[in-house]
């Protein structure tokens, strides 16, 4: 069974930073497409960064455009989420999730392996 397992979630306090990890197991991330989503209480999960095989194109939500880089390293089967300038508004449970292929979306209905997230809270 294909696994992904996020870690990196903290607590942190308005401007500062975290990075996340997203390591997978039992299969290798070098052919999937790859991204990162996020579900705050009450609200429908939404893409935030996704990028693709190769990592040589990137989809970045407008909410977190330079503020949010994402990137992998295929050889350590790992994709990372730095997070800088947090807002208490990024506060939510992050999910990484894995689609074969190399299209680029960020949509999450075209992802079918997903980890358990991990929690980012925003707060002063």
């Known amino acids: 069974q294909l696994q992904l397992v996020e870690s990196g979630g903290g607590l942190v306090q308005p401007g500062e930073s975290l990075r996340l990890s997203c390591v997978a197991s039992r299969f290798t991330l070098d052919y999937y497409t790859v991204g990162w989503f996020r579900q705050a209480p009450g609200k429908e999960r939404e893409g935030v960064a996704c990028i693709v095989s190769s990592g040589g194109s990137t989809n970045i939500a407008d909410s977190v455009k330079g503020r949010f880089t994402i990137s992998r390293d295929n050889a350590k089967n790992t994709v990372s989420l730095q997070m800088n300038s947090l807002r208490p508004e990024d506060t939510a449970v992050y999910y990484c999730?894995?689609?074969?292929?190399?299209?680029?979306?960020?949509?999450?209905?075209?992802?079918?392996?997903w980890g358990q997230g991990t929690q980012v809270t925003v707060s002063s």
């Open positions: 999730a894995a689609r074969f292929g190399v299209r680029n979306t960020c949509n999450r209905v075209d992802y079918n392996t």
